[in-house]
């Protein structure tokens, strides 16, 4: 769906307005359209409908009218022409694998990714002879060699999880473009209201709606935002492999991105308090979160970023038994592996989110058994902090 973006609204009036028609009804807050298919006047009707000779609703798998606001709106706030939903942040990846690459292609891939992106990444597109090579952080030296004359997409992960490294994503895109590729970036851990990639030359953002876009921790779902021509290519994939996002869901990320920047703004200053507090700890090896000076890539995020987000990680000094044992005495803190909820949640990436990778990736990627991530919410910071103290006390 294209952004409709008015060029003259701010962003805080793009999240709460933008992509949205008010019906005949008059209905003052976005209607929920729970329907499968859509009714035509005649025979005629349908087949113009189903050949595209007319715009507008075929089916639900494709297009309905809740899941469009949500991707106007999401395009719009990314500063992309447009924008399509998915069932969840891996459908976006897989959508746009599947949806766009053909064999004999190949793409370079961040190793510091989200686990499943690896397992997504390195397993399945090779089956269907699609080449995919991984490179370790992020220096331009070792993504230049990895390129290939047949390189479509460069992927990264900006900043990545758990370890909060950051990407320069203005010398990615040239890298990718002086060679005739595309840069993908996963915007899932800023979102538009601290980073948008696209302005920095990106050619693709990918989102699990499912983290910050919602918020709340109640549904799960994706977006790819681009280009029209791209778009246009997976709403036809979409409309044959049916990866898509349900109304209700698109009703819910709709709401969540009405409080996107100030959920966002309170995100960092909460992850700032508890980072900065935690820092002197005698049990913690070292606190990582990019808004701290000692981190190797505050700069650059302070560049690339307008804040530093809500997700931390702790490398305590105990390995994996003093990460378990602190995630074990936690009393505030959820033990679960999402993140971007307005409760504070607390990973082991090591044996959850990263638990699918074999040790060698694991080592590769820097994921140790010490580490324990902290998205940190929207309790009130001194709560948050109150209670790590106390669990780490405890373990
Ligand atoms: C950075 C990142 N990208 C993508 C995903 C996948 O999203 P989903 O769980 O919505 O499929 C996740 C999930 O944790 C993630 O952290």
């Given at each position: 769906m294209s952004s409709d973006k008015p060029t003259q609204w701010h962003d805080d009036t793009l999240a709460v307005r933008a992509g949205f028609e008010r019906s005949n009804v008059g209905e003052?807050?976005?209607?929920?359209?729970?329907?499968?298919?859509?009714?035509?006047?005649?025979?005629?009707?349908?087949?113009?409908?189903?050949?595209?000779?007319?715009?507008?609703?075929?089916?639900?798998?494709?297009?309905?009218?809740?899941?469009?606001?949500?991707?106007?709106?999401?395009?719009?706030?990314?500063?992309?022409?447009?924008?399509?939903?998915?069932?969840?942040?891996?459908?976006?990846?897989?959508?746009?694998?599947?949806?766009?690459?053909?064999?004999?292609?190949?793409?370079?891939?961040?190793?510091?990714?989200?686990?499943?992106?690896?397992?997504?990444?390195?397993?399945?597109?090779?089956?269907?002879?699609?080449?995919?090579?991984?490179?370790?952080?992020?220096?331009?030296?070792?993504?230049?060699?990895?390129?290939?004359?047949?390189?479509?997409?460069?992927?990264?992960?900006?900043?990545?999880?758990?370890l909060m490294r950051v990407a320069d994503i203005k010398a990615f895109a040239t890298l990718a473009h002086e060679n005739g590729a595309q840069l993908i970036v996963d915007n899932c851990f800023c979102t538009p209201a601290l980073q948008k990639p696209l302005a920095f030359g990106a050619d693709i953002v990918v989102h699990s709606a499912t983290k910050f876009l919602d918020g709340q921790g109640r549904c799960v779902g994706g977006a790819v935002v681009g280009s029209k021509e791209l778009i246009e290519e997976l709403t036809g994939y979409m409309r044959s492999a049916g990866p898509s996002m349900s109304p209700f869901n698109a009703w819910v990320f709709l709401k969540g991105l009405e409080t996107l920047s100030l959920r966002m703004k309170q995100h960092s200053i909460n992850a700032m308090a508890v980072a900065l507090a935690l820092q002197s700890d005698p049990a913690i090896e070292r606190v990582i979160y990019p808004g701290l000076a000692e981190h190797p890539d505050h700069d650059l995020a302070k560049q690339q970023q307008s804040d530093f987000g809500g997700v931390l990680t702790l490398e305590l000094k105990g390995g994996r038994e003093a990460a378990w044992s602190l995630i074990d005495s936690v009393k505030l803190c959820s033990i679960t592996g999402n993140l971007g909820d307005a409760r504070t949640t607390v990973t082991h990436p090591a044996t959850t989110t990263h638990g699918r990778l074999t040790q060698e990736q694991r080592d590769e990627a820097g994921i140790t058994e010490g580490l324990v991530r902290l998205a940190v919410g929207l309790e009130h910071a001194g709560d948050i902090i109150a209670d790590v103290r106390q669990a780490i006390a405890h373990s």
């Open positions: 003052h807050a976005e209607p929920i359209y729970t329907t499968s298919s859509y009714v035509f006047e005649t025979a005629a009707a349908a087949a113009a409908r189903f050949g595209g000779e007319d715009p507008g609703n075929v089916y639900s798998r494709f297009t309905n009218p809740t899941v469009q606001t949500f991707e106007k709106r999401l395009a719009a706030l990314e500063g992309g022409e447009a924008c399509i939903a998915t069932a969840s942040g891996m459908a976006a990846t897989a959508s746009l694998v599947f949806g766009t690459m053909k064999q004999g292609e190949h793409m370079v891939v961040s190793r510091n990714l989200f686990g499943s992106t690896v397992n997504l990444l390195g397993k399945y597109p090779p089956r269907f002879g699609v080449e995919v090579d991984f490179v370790t952080g992020f220096d331009v030296q070792d993504w230049a060699k990895a390129i290939r004359p047949n390189t479509r997409f460069l992927y990264i992960e900006t900043p990545t999880n758990p």
